[in-house]
Each structure stands twice: as structure tokens, then as C-alpha cells.
């Protein structure tokens, strides 16, 4: 049934093993370490992690160089962990996905060592090779100003191989059914190991056309069907979330039309747009943003976050846009990174101001689709701007004020822990906030309930209010007979609204609003008006009607809007 569909509400929790926990003092984060933060994690109310590599890695990419997709990183553990880790998730009611890296692999890879060492190895054609070096080599990179060319020469090879990203990075030939049998082959171990799915790595780049002739590559969409079959028939339940930063007007072939092809997508483009909203105080650009996200088919979903491990890419906006995001967030150049994004986590880029904090993960948890928290972000851990690239932002977590913010008892950890400033351990750490019923961590914990107890947000359909002030922001879902609105102040400055929760409901259900979060509810006028003011960046979540809602919840649903499922 489709009832059944988890992702539809879950509450994804993303992290790398290797900043999150000590692996007996050698400064790498292991398994078994993180099986010992599980009960934390489960305490914080989270029902998904999100792993990213782990496997065997050569490391010069954080993991996404991968040597072996049958292993674990010795570092981190053993195949017997991994399965004890896993194991230990199910029995709290967490599910894992994991990354799945495939449109390349490390130059470590023995696919890769075999395919440069004989031009008839079998594993030649599972690389991109070109005699001559193509006229577009230094086009498309992902990396500008880190990365100078997509093709570079191989001495053992006697050939240029292709590489989207770095150049320790070969790109596979995923258009190789070969290739394709084995990727298959690879989510089907990990299945079997008891992960509940994959978060596909550069999915666009994975189905795209390589070679040195092509000029423009196309997407091969029946791959994403491909995958999509197999992972049904191996287990029923399990997904694929999609990183893949397209315009709107692609999304429905990821997903499918007929809802064959990816489970679930990263929205990029509100991601963009929410930014640009928090940095200009504007929210009509972010409602044009979701209106044009909105068609999808019934059983596919968005994630939604607010920042990833990577850095945050701005290239959908308008320059001006652009501009507005860079100026408020990441105004020095060391903050922004690849001439398109910033490098920061988002509680300096906020100012570490508690009231834009909350607002930013309020809108988060309560735009449609997933909530996806980084680990971190629940106590507002802060950058190293020291660190190259997109490590400043992968600094390792801050568990406690003992050295190394708990983290490790190594006199030298793989990426330094951040022990100085507003943002170092000794001031910003669980422990710490543990004990503070009014922290960041707690106020997450208690956000993260609420969220899981509006189901409307992940199953229903949602109406974007006018409220004719463009500072604020109000959006209504309705789903079996229900229907909660959330009221959202971008401004730094307090706002008086007036405005009705009925357009669309029937009869007198827009009359009363009680506030989920506190006890100022709103009853309407005579003109069926609800007047509410807003403290500067605060925000509402209301449920339309009284607390009796499930009593009134309908077994089935309402009219479906076609192209959404609704």
C-alpha cells in the first residue's frame, strides 16, 4: 500500500563515520564507535542515516574515491562491524542508506589499474579512453579553479581517460551493460548487509553520454529504471535518493512519469531559492521555486535541507540573487568556493543568531517533502575556514569539553577538531547542551517530534497563502481530512498579518488555528480573518481546527491532482 512508503516521512540524518566517532584513540571514526552513538541518535529522534563512504579509499576525496565497493575501510572497521552497526539501527527502528559512488571510481580501483595496463583487458572499455586529447578537455568541470581539465593522460595506458572530477577520478563507462551488471551487483551486497538503500552519487553524470566525441551529452533515463528494478525485486522497501541539481522542467524523468525510476530527489532548486530568501527577506522567488518542484507522481518525494557536505551552490539564481546570498552569507572570497557557492556551515553564515537559526530549520521541517539534518547542525557547529576546499565544513563532531571535543584521544586527528573561537568545543558541544533545556540541541529534538507528529507535510498537497507582505511566508497542507499552515517571518524587523487559513476548505474549517508550539492560537474575525503578529524571523506551526484531528483523519485520500498523485 502506499502507506507503507517510510521515506515519505522519515527524518534522514546525514554523516560520515570517519568525524563522528573516536575509533579507539587513533583519531579515525569507526563502527563499532558509532554504534555506540546510536542510542543518541535514536534519543534525538532521527529514523534514517545517511552514511557517506566508507569503503576502501585511497582518501583524497573524503571516501568518494572509491578502491574496493565490496569492503570496508579498515579504518573504520570490518564487513562484521558494518553488519553489527546495522543491526543495531534496525533494532531501534533506524533505517541506513548509504552513498553509492558510481560514476567513478579512484585511480587505485584494480578495475582501473587493469584497464591502463593492457588495451585488451576486459576492463578497458569500462573506463572513457581517447588517443588524442578531445578539443572540449577543459569544459564541464565540476571543480572550476581546483580542476583544469576533464581529460587527462595516462604514461601506462598510452591514452587520455576521462574524468568528470578530479583526476583521480576516472569516470566509468556506465553506458557498458558489463559495467551496469556489476553496479547492480554492488547494491545488491549491500542490501544483503541490511542497508535500506542508496543515496546515488552525480546522478546526472552517471547517465549522461562520455566520450571524446560527444559534444553535448544526453541523458539515458532507462538506466534510472534499470536500477530501480532491481532494487525492488532484491527488497521491496528499499530506495534511492538522487543527488541530481536539474531545473524543474527534468525532474519528472528522474522520477518517472509512471513513478519507475528514482524514489526520491534532492530539491536543489528550493535550496537555492530558500537562501536567497533567509538573505533577502523576499519569499516570493522561494513559492515560485515550489510551485514549479510540484509536480511529482504520488509515490516519489523531495529532500529537503538546508546545507550538505558540500558547498552551497547558488548557480540557479539570477546573478542579483546571487549576489544578495554572497553579500549576506559568504562575503569574503575564502568563504565562497568553485566561483558558484559558499563553503560554510550555516551557523555563522547565520551569524550564530539563535532566532535565524530557528527560523531556517522551521522552514526546512516544514516545506514539502523530507527533512535531511546534517551531523552537527543540531548544536550549530561552526567551519574552519583554514581547512581547503569543502573540508572546512567536514570538521569532526563535538561530543564534550575533553580534548578534541571528545572526539578522538589521538594527539593528532585526521581533520583537527574546531578548539578555538565562538564555534570550539569547550562552547559548542552535546554534552554541554545536554544539560540545557533551552539549547540548540534540545529545541532540535523537540522540533524533529513535532515534524513526525504533521504527516500532512510528507503526504499531502500544499497551498502557498498570499499574505501581501513578501517577508512572510505562509503555506498550508491538507491531507485525509486535515490541514496544518505554518507561518514564517523572514524579516529582521516584526510583522502584523491578517490573512485567511479557509481558501480551498470547507465550510467553517479555517475558524480556528492552535498553535503547536505554544498557546497564543488564533481564532478568526467575523471577516473569517486570523490577525497575528511576529516577533523578527519567528514562525508559527498551527493545526486548522482543533486537537480532535484524528478522529476526523479519513482512511483514504481526497481528489488526486493529476501529475502529482494528489
Known amino acids: 500500500m502506499i502507506d507503507d512508503l517510510w521515506y515519505k516521512n522519515a527524518i534522514i540524518y546525514c554523516l560520515s563515520v570517519g568525524t563522528y566517532m573516536d575509533a579507539n584513540g587513533d583519531g579515525i571514526g569507526d563502527f563499532k564507535g558509532l554504534q555506540r552513538r546510536l542510542d543518541y541518535l535514536h534519543g534525538l529522534g532521527i529514523t534514517t542515516i545517511w552514511l557517506m563512504p566508507f569503503q576502501t579509499s585511497p582518501g583524497r576525496d573524503d571516501g568518494y574515491d572509491i578502491a574496493d565497493y565490496y569492503s570496508v575501510d579498515s579504518r573504520y572497521g570490518t564487513l562484521g562491524d558494518f553488519v553489527e552497526f546495522t543491526q543495531g539501527c534496525k533494532q531501534r527502528g533506524i533505517r541506513v542508506i548509504i552513498d553509492l559512488v558510481i560514476n567513478h571510481t579512484s585511480d587505485q580501483h584494480h578495475w582501473f589499474k587493469e584497464a591502463r595496463r593492457d588495451r585488451n583487458s576486459p576492463y578497458r572499455d569500462w573506463y572513457v579512453w581517447s588517443d588524442k586529447k578531445p578539443a572540449n578537455a577543459n569544459k564541464g568541470m565540476v571543480f572550476p579553479g581546483v580542476q583544469k581539465s576533464t581529460w587527462t593522460r595516462d604514461k601506462e595506458a598510452g591514452a587520455y581517460y576521462f574524468h568528470r572530477f578530479y583526476d583521480f577520478q576516472p569516470d566509468l563507462n556506465t553506458a557498458n551493460p558489463h559495467v551496469q551488471a556489476e553496479l547492480l551487483k554492488i547494491m545488491g551486497f549491500w542490501i544483503q548487509l541490511g542497508v535500506s538503500g542508496f543515496r546515488m552519487d552525480a546522478v546526472p553524470f552517471v547517465i549522461a553520454t562520455k566520450g ?31 543527488e541530481a541539481n536539474v531545473l524543474p522542467d527534468t525532474d519528472l524523468e528522474y522520477f518517472g512519469k509512471d513513478a519507475d525510476r528514482m524514489h526520491m530527489m534532492f530539491n536543489f532548486h528550493v535550496n537555492q531559492h530558500l537562501f536567497y530568501a533567509l538573505a533577502s527577506a523576499d ?27 558540500d558547498e552551497l551552490d547558488l548557480g540557479r539564481l539570477t546573478k542579483a540573487q546571487r549576489d544578495c546570498v554572497f553579500n549576506a552569507f559568504g562575503p569574503d572570497k575564502d568563504m565562497q568556493l568553485y566561483d558558484r557557492g559558499i563553503r560554510r556551515r550555516l551557523a555563522p553564515m547565520l551569524g550564530g ?38 573540508n572546512c565544513a567536514r ?62 507535510i510528507g503526504w499531502g498537497d500544499f497551498t502557498v497563502i498570499p499574505a501581501r507582505d513578501p517577508a512572510v511566508f505562509i503555506i498550508r497542507y491538507d491531507w485525509r481530512n486535515n490541514s496544518v499552515l505554518f507561518v514564517h517571518n523572514l524579516d529582521e524587523k516584526p510583522r502584523e498579518i491578517a490573512f485567511s487559513a479557509g481558501p480551498g476548505l470547507p465550510g467553517g474549517a479555517g475558524k480556528d488555528l492552535i498553535n503547536l508550539l505554544a498557546e497564543d492560537h488564533s481564532h478568526a474575525d467575523k471577516r473569517g480573518l486570523h490577525r497575528v503578529v511576529l516577533e523578527p524571523y519567528g514562525y508559527r506551526w498551527y493545526r486548522v481546527g482543533g486537537l480532535d484531528y484524528l478522529l476526523k483523519r479519513s482512511d483514504v485520500d481526497g481528489k488526486r491532482v493529476k501529475g502529482r498523485g494528489r
Not at 284 to 302: E, F, H, I, M, S
Not at 433 to 449: A, F, H, K, V, Y
Request: proline residues 10%; charged residues 30%; contains cysteine.
Open 353 to 390: 543568531d539563535r532566532r535565524r537559526l530557528e527560523l531556517a530549520y522551521s522552514l526546512m521541517c516544514t516545506l514539502p517533502g523530507t527533512p535531511v539534518i546534517r551531523y552537527g547542525d543540531e548544536i550549530a557547529m561552526g567551519d574552519d575556514l583554514s581547512l581547503p576546499e569543502r
Open 283 to 309: 519569499s516570493r522567488p522561494l513559492a515560485k521555486a515550489l510551485k514549479a518542484t510540484k509536480p511529482r507522481p504520488a509515490t516519489a518525494q523531495w529532500g529537503l535541507f538546508l546545507r550538505n557536505h
Open 212 to 242: 571524446p566525441k560527444v559534444k553535448t551529452p544526453v541523458e539515458q533515463y532507462d538506466m534510472l529504471r534499470t536500477f530501480r528494478e532491481f532494487l525492488q525485486w532484491r527488497e521491496g522497501d528499499a530506495i534511492i535518493l538522487a
Open 395 to 456: 570538521t569532526p563532531m563535538q561530543w564534550s569539553t575533553e580534548p578534541h571535543g571528545g572526539f578522538t584521544k589521538s594527539d593528532r586527528p585526521a581533520i583537527p577538531v574546531i578548539d578555538t573561537g565562538p564555534y570550539g568545543y569547550p562552547h559548542v558541544n552535546v554534552a554541554k547542551q545536554r544539560r540545557d533545556p533551552n539549547s540548540m540541541l534540545n529545541w532540535t529534538e523537540r522540533i524533529i517530534r513535532m515534524r513526525k507528529e504533521v504527516p500532512e
